[in-house]
């Protein structure tokens, strides 16, 4: 199927895209565009194990600012920035060198829903846990992840239906409000986001309610309205409701289980470890949405029931009717670590796998010899 995005937000088309178009002239033409991709996403995540490093239980904002040095906020305004401008040119470079494929699109999008989760996290380091004065309960952080991550599934879920993926405006803002809030931190300290900025309300309450304003009263309405519209012109990809609906249940019951987790949990397992506990929240949510990335891409109908719900229940059941005991920690750390494991190994899978269909080579433009 063609690739077709649509991009209507000012702050992209009239800020960033000039910008995208003169930095993509200094991209040497034999880079593979996927090599591109790539390495913003190892960017971002070499940023959260730094930040993980000096910030591993998001308390070094909050109780003993200066724990986590000033280089550490500026390198990540530089890294964000950097894997902001090579998600954006990635397409514009494979299109210059003709070299547009579904590998590269799946590729992009399937690093993209693993990374959106990753920016979340290293921004609550920011801001900060719940410290009786300042700073985000543990449990906003889970909310707010799940705020952003249903965002990104209904963008993909929206192309699923209409076959076009319309840009979230949220997308563009976020990567630009991160920078801001980096450089912020870096050169006037964490003590910024720990004096209240307007009546009492500090600048992590505002985001936070701009954030959920922006999902429910702009993001979501836009993405009903955007189906609604092709149901209309007759240009749905799915002629049921239960086709069309399909791709929500594995996202929506991975959800339920977690929530179930979080507030059953006998050792309150989210306070004890929000790090390890919203890390696989993001792998869980980026290997759902994948699959629903790759069935709208083969226009396969997804499977029902997602495989890790199974282990998941298993493991929530456990340890909510306190049969783990005391070692729910461990058990959160064993699955933390196959969720990843598993995440990592189907990515592999399938990047050869198409690399072999295609014949192409995934970070190379040279061309496969034909067996």
Known sequence: SQYSAVDTNPLSVYIMQPIWNKIIKIVPLWIAPNLLTFSGFVLILFNYFLISFY???YTASGTSPGLVPTWVWLFSAFTTFCAYALDSIDGKHARRTQSSTPLGELFDHGL???????FVLSFF?????????????????????SIVLFNFMCSHWEKYNTGVLFLPWGYDISQVVLIAAYLLT???GVEVWQKPLLFGYYITDVLVILLIGFSLFLSFPQTLYNIHRAHLKKTLKNDSLYEGLLPL??????????????????SNILAKQPRLFLWMVGVAFSNVICKVIICQMSSTRPEL????LF????VVYAAISGLLGPMEEAALAVFT???????????????RQLSEHLNIYIFSLKKRVQE
Do not use: E, Q
Not at 112 to 118: F, H, L, Q, R
Not at 125 to 145: A, E, F, P
Not at 251 to 265: A, G, K, R
Not at 305 to 308: A, M
């Open 55 to 57: 910030d591993w239980d």
């Open 112 to 118: 993209d829903s693993w990374a959106t989760s990753i």
């Open 125 to 145: 380091s920011v801001c900060s846990r719940d410290n009786g004065k300042t700073g985000v309960s543990v449990y906003t952080m889970y909310i707010y992840l």
């Open 186 to 188: 870096g050169t006037v």
């Open 249 to 266: 249940v594995s996202p929506l019951l991975l959800f339920v289980l977690l929530t179930v987790w979080v507030v059953l949990s006998p």
């Open 305 to 308: 029931f997602h495989w890790f």
């Open 311 to 314: 282990p998941l229940a298993l």
């Open 337 to 351: 670590a196959l969720v990843t494991a598993a995440h990592v190994h189907y990515g592999i899978c399938v990047g």
